[in-house]
């Protein structure tokens, strides 16, 4: 079966037969949710299944951005508000507390999920904040160290994975240290290979199993004085797969973010060239997408092993779980923490 190595939003709540004719054609390997495509429940359930049903694919991808604080698409009133990422890593109690809590919270939002449909969740943030960067990453980060957040990012993943879900760690090889915002401008980090190597680069190694990753559109001024990571061989095949030995599969960050030049064909096809093994595509244009589709190959060889490894990952069936016992764990949890 032809799929294409590309993942696409859509512009609205319900999918338009323009857009079911354009994925029809091109197959890509998933579609990724906003909150411009969300009214309630049943509204999520239909959009879901109208998009699998253009590629046929019943376990095709549907992504989310669901990391509670302010990057959540799933909120009020059909859905509970999660806490942020810094938040749960401040939890009195330590290590042992904080990670419960944020197991616990991504195993309740990978319930939300799974109940649409919705089969992976771009998080956790592996991102490690330092001090004068741009606050893009700030509370979504698990904490200020690179032990804090590897630790908490993995309790995440594994909530998420009991819960039928697939995480997405991200941005490779860190946002951390980026003073501006890649939606829009290219941030150029100019720290040495030995502090990333000591700050930013320990979180994704130590979650290197993780199925998904989901690069930087950053330049690392150490690794690759002229691309930003999403477009850099040295950065993705180099130092990701190499140095820190991830095999999963890896999608660029969105391609229509400003962080990148040129047109969307061309920004697909450097990303692939790069070592992606899927391009994202998120705003639901038209135009754009039928450029990036121009761009784009189908998914073969290892990168179409690494995406079928990565759907063997899902659970026939999530962990045992009391929605409601776990609702109010998760609550005395926070409630002990604000006492």
């Given amino acids: 079966m032809n799929v294409s190595a590309a993942i696409y939003g859509c512009a609205g709540p319900r999918l338009g037969a323009e857009e079911a004719a354009f994925f029809r054609d091109v197959r890509p390997w998933g579609f990724i949710l906003f909150a411009r495509n969300i009214e309630s429940p049943d509204q999520v359930r239909a959009l879901v299944s109208a998009l699998r049903g253009t590629v046929g694919r019943e376990d095709a991808p549907i992504l989310i951005d669901q990391e509670g604080g302010r990057v959540q698409r799933f909120g009020p009133p059909h859905w509970r508000k999660y806490p942020a990422a810094r938040t749960l890593a401040r939890l009195s109690g330590g290590r042992v507390v904080q990670r419960e809590a944020v197991r616990l919270g991504a195993r309740l939002?990978?319930?939300?999920?799974?109940?649409?449909?919705?089969?992976?969740?771009?998080?956790?943030?592996?991102?490690?904040?330092?001090?004068?960067?741009?606050?893009?990453?700030?509370?979504?980060?698990?904490?200020?160290?690179?032990?804090?957040?590897?630790?908490?990012?993995?309790?995440?993943?594994?909530?998420?994975l009991a819960g039928g879900v697939l995480p997405v760690i991200k941005h490779v090889p860190g946002h951390?240290?980026?003073?501006?915002?890649?939606?829009?401008?290219?941030?150029?980090?100019?720290?040495?290979?030995?502090?990333?190597?000591?700050?930013?680069?320990?979180?994704?190694?130590?979650?290197?199993?993780?199925?998904?990753?989901?690069?930087?559109?950053?330049?690392?001024?150490?690794?690759?004085?002229?691309?930003?990571?999403?477009?850099?061989?040295?950065?993705?095949?180099?130092?990701?797969?190499?140095?820190?030995?991830?095999?999963?599969?890896?999608?660029?960050?969105?391609l229509s973010m400003q962080a990148l030049e040129g047109d969307m064909n061309l920004?697909?096809?450097?990303?692939?060239?790069?070592?992606?093994?899927?391009?994202?595509?998120?705003?639901g244009n038209m135009a754009e997408m039928v450029a990036v589709a121009a761009g784009v190959r189908t998914l073969s060889g290892r990168a179409a092993r690494r995406a079928e490894a990565a759907l063997a990952r899902l659970p026939k069936r999530p962990e045992p779980f009391d929605r409601r016992e776990a609702e109010a764990r998760f609550d005395a949890l926070l409630e002990g923490a604000s006492a």
């Fill in 176 to 254: 951390g240290r980026a003073t501006s915002d890649s939606h829009l401008d290219l941030p150029v980090v100019e720290a040495s290979i030995e502090a990333l190597r000591a700050t930013d680069f320990p979180p994704f190694q130590a979650l290197s199993d993780m199925p998904l990753a989901m690069t930087a559109h950053v330049l690392y001024q150490a690794l690759d004085s002229r691309r930003p990571a999403t477009t850099s061989r040295r950065v993705i095949e180099g130092v990701f797969r190499g140095e820190l030995g991830f095999t999963g599969l890896i999608m660029s960050d969105d």
């Fill in 109 to 160: 939002m990978a319930d939300d999920l799974f109940s649409l449909g919705v089969n992976v969740d771009c998080a956790p943030v592996l991102d490690v904040p330092q001090p004068g960067a741009h606050d893009i990453i700030g509370d979504r980060a698990y904490g200020e160290t690179p032990e804090a957040v590897a630790v908490l990012g993995r309790a995440a993943a594994e909530g998420l």
């Fill in 267 to 283: 920004r697909a096809r450097q990303s692939l060239a790069a070592g992606c093994d899927v391009v994202l595509h998120c705003n």
